[in-house]
């Protein structure tokens, strides 16, 4: 017999390896998904003031991290194989040059690309991403190796402390705290973990350093997972990832998008990997989870569907359950096919399939589906996946009856909600890619744009004069139609710049001496509104198109324009990095010489931007004046198919002094009717003005009137 060629650890030593892998388990991967989750936000918040929301700037921070994901676990699956003695090595090197290489991303000059992104992202935290993602993987594997009841607890554990960041940081850290105090906290509180890892590793190293690379009990073919296995954990991580996104797409569409948006649908999403994962899960709950999924499904079918009606409370709620029914499910089937050994495999796989889920929801997607109706889909396939795993049946026939048993009510409900859309003689054109959604309604009288609910732009078509009328927000009498007009008045030609083109609305207004400057980041938008809107083509002014970041756009110009007009919106939001002080620094910049306004469109159903963007003006030295105008009645000669508006003014005070004679309270009439709304003198101090530094959604978000029904 071969003899052996390490000596066996003693058994004391053995309990204080345990004890050291609980401690570890305990605190390592919680904190250490924390603070992998919380970075997210953080570095999307440093990089978008200098590159925009452009789709390099999305696509390369959705590609860095998925990839840091991978990575990690690859990272996770080589150090777990290693040698104690080398693990110790592998672990503080890579925590030292982690904490030494990190610090906040740093915009660049020039346009934003991919690989310009990614490199940014990579250069300020790679490192740090891969020791952070690669712990569940290493924990596991210890727990494997010291024989503990459920190593996959520590799976559980660490979605919990994704699930504490994802509440923490939109209610607690984005607005109580700016991104450079963020970044020094996480950056102390990961050299913390860093060294917390370091001394785990060196603990196992010390206590059980006549430990082989594998234990003895430890065969490595066997923990390999079986070829059949690695593809059904891929599908059902993608399929779930997919799942999530797509309920996340609704509440975008309804808010626009930001950390609060994630809360709901990925924290039930994380929600269930932590209640499956967590050791006590049973076969039954999976059976449960599936009759769950049923009706939930049925109920959000019921409540919205297909259709494009408001995402109030009682339709959040119906989402939330199907996505959080989906999610048990999904994760359900991952858990009751997860391997007893070789789990490091098993984290690689749902790594590889979550990320692949993230990029078919930007690529794919859009592109097989042109209006966001995914989510019900996916959670129907979901059901389909529950139901054919609940059934056991081992012949061909069950995958096709599962599959019409779940997708029937799905088809049987939704069919009628998409064509109430087309009822009459409308015709509706959809647009999809990776900066959203758009919907052209058709009919005999007028032609609309929206995005989901919110409604960006309309044209009356049934005569060459009604083409020629501003609609909506931007009639005559709306604040931004008074500003024109009053400027036109004024002067022989004016420079306008209007970040947002939307259906080009305002182009109406240009006259032959006129210059009117679009700036749009979505480049669908100005074929949309070519094909769809004759304001541009109609315009008896100069009309340029700019497809850009309007921050990024003004601030790379040395332009002067009379009136800068932000009008960019995602879903019932505009976003935060067009309304900063040092944005409003730059607009102001480029109204200086001629004395120019600031009007921003504040249209909106859930926020009020008044007291935000006021305080912001204020500490620029500008006055800012709210104007809500509300028309009844069109006229022969103006506001035509008008719409409630509410703009923002900002300028000198002379100036804003002088728009107020052009928006006045009282016209005499009570068709028009308008109300003003000023800064007092108390705002709230520092936290009410807007930065690079600090915005959050709550501070002009309702959650109470969103979540109100309706």
Known sequence: MQAANHTAPSPNSMRLASRIVIILSL??????????FVLQPMAGKALLPRLGGTSASWLGACLFFQAALVLGYVWGLWVSKLHPSRQLLAQASLGVVAVIAFHAPRGFYGAPTLGGVMSSLALSCLPAMVLLFGLSPWVHSWRERLGHPEPYAVYAISNVGSLAALLLYPFLIEPQTGLTDQFAVWHGLFAMLAALIAAGAWGLWATARSLPAQPQAYDEQ????????IPLWLGLAALGTLTMLGATQLVVD??????????????VYLAAFALVFCGR?????????????????????????????????????????AA????????????ATRPERGGAWFYLALGVGGAGGGMLALWAVPALLPRPVEFPLLAAATLACGLFWASRWKHAGAAAACAAVAIGPVLLLGIPQALDDRMG?????????????????????SVVLSSATTTHGSQLTESA?????????????????CALQGLQAKKASIRVAIVGLGAGTLASYARESDEFVFIDVDPKIESVARRHFTYLADAKGKIEIRLADGRAALTDTHEDFDLIVIDAFMGDGVPPHLLTFEALAQYQARIAKHDGLILVHATMRYSNLFPIMAATARSLGLEALGVTTEIDDSLPHRDWDPAISTYIALGSAGRVQEFETWVPLDEGTERVRRKHERLTAFFGGPRAIWTDDRSA???VLSLKQWLAPR
């Open 27 to 36: 605190a390592v991967p919680p904190l250490g998904a924390a603070l992998a």
């Open 222 to 229: 066997s923990s390999r997972p079986s070829l059949g296995l």
């Open 254 to 267: 309804e808010i626009g998008s930001g950390p609060i948006a994630w809360v709901g649908p990925l924290g």
């Open 281 to 321: 899960w049973r076969d039954w709950m999976t059976g449960t989870a599936v009759v769950a999924l049923a009706l939930a499904i049925t109920g959000y079918m019921t409540t919205r569907g297909f259709g494009a009606s408001t995402m109030d409370g009682i339709r959040v709620v119906a989402l939330l359950a």
């Open 324 to 335: 959080g029914a989906a999610a048990l499910v999904s994760t359900a089937l991952l858990h």
């Open 425 to 445: 003689d409308s015709k509706i054109t959809h647009y999809r890619d990776l900066h959203g959604h758009l919907m052209i309604k058709t009919d005999d009288r």
């Open 465 to 481: 004069e009604s083409r020629q009328r501003p609609t909506l927000y931007y009639t005559e009498s709306s604040a931004v139609g």
């Open 697 to 699: 959604a709550l501070d």
